[in-house]
């Protein structure tokens, strides 16, 4: 396909999944009330003693609400959303690729709702404990509602994404791509990176909740390498896609070389 085709693929594929969301958020809307409520009574656990959220601004309590029914609603459209990447990323795999779909929908799926439980039970009541801690009679720690729902959605999208690693690196380790071996060599470029993306997926510039952000993802890429070597195609016959581009490459150095050589030598015969 042309540029423009690949744009309006993407289009197509963007606008549905839009859609399935907000059918996901109409249907969490039937049962806000209680999703509103756990997350509350989870937010509360983790204050001080006598601490309650405080919202200022008119729109806050509604805006709550939808946004635990966006949080929701992306959760229940996460298989068709995953469908629809896999339907577009699908045109540039092999034919014995393709057969990944089911597993890809599923495993991304989990990965996705991992990632929203973690947030939810560990990551995020851990990181409001922390805060609170600084609480004393002279500092009152009093969160406000907006703030406090931003970190929540912040953190729980963060984690959905980076919950993402295993699912990443079992396809690219079953397509040849990748290998444990490699996986483990580039370690320390892979905690660079992580550390990195820890600092732009943080909700915050303070250097402990990039922290929280950077230990699961580093987990994460340690459970990968185990996984790689799991996985990985038995017989080492076929190359890998990354040994064929190097072939490639090497190929049409040579191929240039030989040419120049070819031309420099017709250009001496002239001269002479």
Known sequence: MSFLQH???????????CIAIAIGMLIAFGFVDRLVDTLL?????ALPAGTSLVFIKPPE???????????????????FVMYQVWRFIAPALYANEKKFAIPFVALTSVGSVSGALFSHYLLFP??????????????????????TIDLYLKMMLGMMVVFQIPTVVFFLAKMRVVTARFLWRHTQYAILA???LAAVLTPSTDPWNQ??????MIALYMFSIGLAWLVAPKGG????????????F?????DQARRSRRSSRSGLRRVT
Do not use: H, K, Y
Request: charged share 15%.
């Open 7 to 17: 744009l309006e693929e993407l289009r197509v594929r963007l606008i549905r999944c």
């Open 41 to 45: 009574a989870s937010i509360e656990g």
């Open 61 to 79: 309590g509604f805006s709550l609400w939808l946004n635990v029914a966006l949080v929701a609603g992306l959760l229940l459209a996460a298989p």
């Open 126 to 147: 851990s990181t409001m404990r922390f805060f609170g801690a600084f609480s004393s009679p002279r500092m009152r720690f009093m969160p406000g509602v907006e703030d």
């Open 194 to 196: 992580i550390a990195i």
């Open 211 to 216: 922290i929280a952000f950077a230990l699961p």
């Open 237 to 248: 016959s076929e190359p890998n896609r990354t040994t064929q581009l190097r072939l490639v």
């Open 250 to 254: 090497a190929a049409s150095v040579l």
